[in-house]
């Protein structure tokens, strides 16, 4: 441990580590809880060093109390420390990575050293996907009334000569998908020289849909002294490779929620007879509820089926997948997020990147194999300290993931279905 941070503790590369060819990987039982036992973690905003211009906006917004990976991370972001951070859906990550960088690029503003050079960002966000992209740029875009710096956002899915329109010109921050990141900095619409600190938001998701080669290629075009950081509520295999393959010097720092559900989340399990799904189903949507509801099943096959069960039954409700038409997904959000349509339906596609106040409910039709997902999709509600509520449709073949679900980290309360005599 380097005697100039004493509160920390560092992961690097062992000696020889890429010569020998070793897969290097943190374990999570060894993943720092930071500060260290014993030291006082902030509590609120004003009692970070931001730029009084941030703290205004943060309270104007009525935005005071930090969530735990904020306390935790946003010290060691405004340190300009590298940074591996795994915390639960809906923990307030966001935020945690948006604060530092604005803070740091005005500050380089106000010292004179301004943003004069085209296709030049100093800021970058790596998402997995548009929907994830457009959240994250509005929250930019929220907290830069004061700052006047300027954001853009590069997604897939838009048109390649609308990306190249919206990096021409002088900005600060860039949000963007890996994939049309890259044609744009092999086309030379874009550089990276320029760069300060790069962000991966949800780590986990962005190796699932395989870009890994990606986002390896893009941070080694990034100057070698950039801040780097790491965000993701899993700290999956695919994960531990990452952070040892891309960080040499990071501080981990992982939430005592991480890896389960957050408190104010509470759960039902209920039984499906055979044949019965669709009136098991039925009835729970009947029930009183004071927000949407999003429900998953595992195959855009199951999630036609659904929609259409639902419509003939009087339910109506709007449908979100992958290869759904770009358009009309985003139409489809646009009437959920907007309370227009009350139900819907998606697949893991819709279980990450989603941020909507308003999802009371998640009900799973069809549960995932894999807790990881499970944790994915139920962090749609409950968020920012939020009550919520999750409603899995149970049978035998769910057994195993239930067997996970029982150890405690999500607190199940059974509520058995019984057939009408």
Same mark, same amino acid.
């Given at each position: 441990?380097?005697?100039?941070?004493?509160? +920390?503790?560092?992961?690097?590369?062992?000696?020889?580590?890429?010569?020998? /060819?070793?897969?290097?990987?943190?374990?999570?039982?060894?993943?720092?809880?930071?500060?260290?036992?014993?030291?006082?973690? !902030?509590?609120?905003?004003?009692?970070?060093?931001?730029? !009084?211009?941030?703290? /205004?906006?943060?309270?104007?917004?009525?935005?005071?109390?930090?969530?735990?990976?904020?306390?935790?991370?946003? !010290?060691?972001?405004?340190?300009?420390?590298?940074?591996?951070?795994?915390?639960?859906?809906?923990?307030?990550?966001?935020?945690?990575?948006?604060?530092?960088?604005?803070?740091?690029?005005?500050?380089?503003?106000?010292?004179?050293?301004?943003?004069?050079?085209?296709?030049?960002?100093?800021?970058?966000?790596?998402?997995?996907?548009?929907?994830?992209?457009?959240?994250?740029?509005?929250?930019?875009?929220?907290?830069?009334?004061?700052?006047?710096?300027?954001?853009?956002?590069?997604?897939?899915?838009?048109?390649?000569?609308?990306?190249?329109?919206?990096?021409?010109?002088?900005?600060? $921050?860039?949000?963007?998908? !890996?994939?049309?990141?890259?044609?744009?900095?092999?086309?030379?619409?874009?550089?990276?020289?320029?760069?300060?600190?790069?962000?991966?938001?949800?780590?986990?998701?962005?190796?699932?849909?395989?870009?890994?080669?990606?986002?390896?290629?893009?941070?080694?075009?990034?100057?070698?002294?950039?801040?780097?950081?790491?965000?993701?509520?899993?700290?999956?295999?695919?994960?531990?490779?990452?952070?040892?393959?891309?960080?040499?010097?990071?501080?981990?720092?992982?939430?005592?929620?991480?890896?389960?559900?957050?408190?104010?989340?509470?759960?039902?399990?209920?039984?499906?007879?055979?044949?019965?799904?669709?009136?098991?189903?039925?009835?729970?949507?009947?029930?009183?509820?004071?927000?949407?509801?999003?429900?998953?099943?595992?195959?855009?096959?199951?999630?036609?089926?659904?929609?259409?069960?639902?419509?003939?039954?009087? +339910?109506?409700? $709007?449908?979100?997948? /992958?290869?759904?038409?770009?358009?009309?997904?985003?139409?489809?959000?646009?009437?959920?997020?907007?309370?227009?349509?009350?139900?819907?339906?998606?697949?893991?596609? /819709?279980?990450?990147?989603?941020?909507?106040?308003?999802?009371?409910?998640?009900?799973? $039709?069809?549960?995932?194999?894999?807790?990881?997902?499970?944790?994915?999709?139920?962090?749609?509600?409950?968020?920012?300290?939020?009550?919520?509520?999750?409603?899995?449709?149970?049978?035998?073949?769910?057994?195993?993931?239930?067997?996970?679900?029982?150890?405690?980290?999500?607190?199940?309360?059974?509520?058995?279905?019984?057939?009408?005599?």
């Amino acid at each position: 441990m380097r005697e100039d941070t004493p509160e +920390w503790r560092l992961f690097a590369h062992p000696p020889n580590a890429r010569r020998r /060819g070793l897969s290097l990987r943190i374990a999570p039982a060894a993943i720092a809880r930071v500060p260290a036992p014993g030291a006082p973690l !902030p509590t609120t905003f004003a009692e970070l060093a931001l730029l !009084p211009s941030l703290l /205004g906006t943060l309270a104007a917004r009525e935005l005071v109390t930090l969530t735990e990976i904020q306390a935790r991370a946003l !010290p060691l972001m405004l340190e300009r420390r590298s940074v591996v951070a795994i915390a639960e859906t809906g923990s307030g990550k966001t935020l945690t990575y948006v604060l530092p960088i604005l803070d740091r690029l005005k500050r380089m503003e106000e010292d004179g050293n301004r943003a004069e050079d085209e296709r030049e960002p100093r800021a970058l966000v790596i998402v997995p996907t548009r929907e994830l992209g457009e959240q994250v740029a509005l929250v930019f875009k929220t907290l830069t009334h004061d700052t006047r710096l300027r954001v853009r956002a590069v997604l897939g899915g838009q048109k390649l000569r609308q990306n190249k329109e919206t990096v021409a010109g002088v900005f600060e $921050v860039l949000v963007a998908t !890996p994939g049309r990141l890259e044609k744009l900095i092999d086309s030379e619409q874009l550089s990276l020289a320029a760069i300060r600190i790069v962000i991966l938001d949800e780590a986990d998701q962005l190796l699932d849909l395989g870009f890994l080669p990606q986002v390896i290629s893009v941070v080694r075009a990034c100057p070698s002294q950039r801040q780097l950081a790491l965000f993701s509520a899993t700290m999956s295999a695919g994960v531990q490779e990452l952070v040892g393959r891309m960080f040499s010097d990071a501080i981990a720092v992982e939430t005592t929620g991480s890896q389960k559900v957050v408190p104010s989340l509470r759960t039902r399990h209920v039984d499906v007879p055979d044949g019965r799904r669709s009136e098991v189903l039925q009835r729970i949507l009947a029930e009183p509820t004071s927000g949407g509801t999003i429900l998953f099943a595992n195959t855009r096959d199951q999630c036609e089926s659904l929609a259409t069960m639902l419509r003939d039954a009087g +339910w109506p409700c $709007v449908v979100h997948r /992958g290869d759904t038409d770009a358009v009309e997904r985003r139409q489809n959000l646009r009437a959920f997020r907007e309370s227009r349509q009350g139900l819907l339906i998606t697949t893991d596609i /819709g279980s990450r990147g989603l941020d909507i106040d308003h999802v009371a409910r998640v009900i799973n $039709v069809h549960l995932p194999r894999e807790l990881e997902n499970y944790l994915h999709r139920v962090g749609r509600t409950a968020r920012a300290g939020k009550e919520g509520l999750v409603v899995n449709l149970v049978t035998p073949r769910d057994a195993p993931l239930l067997a996970q679900l029982g150890d405690g980290s999500v607190a199940p309360q059974p509520v058995r279905h019984r057939r009408q005599r």
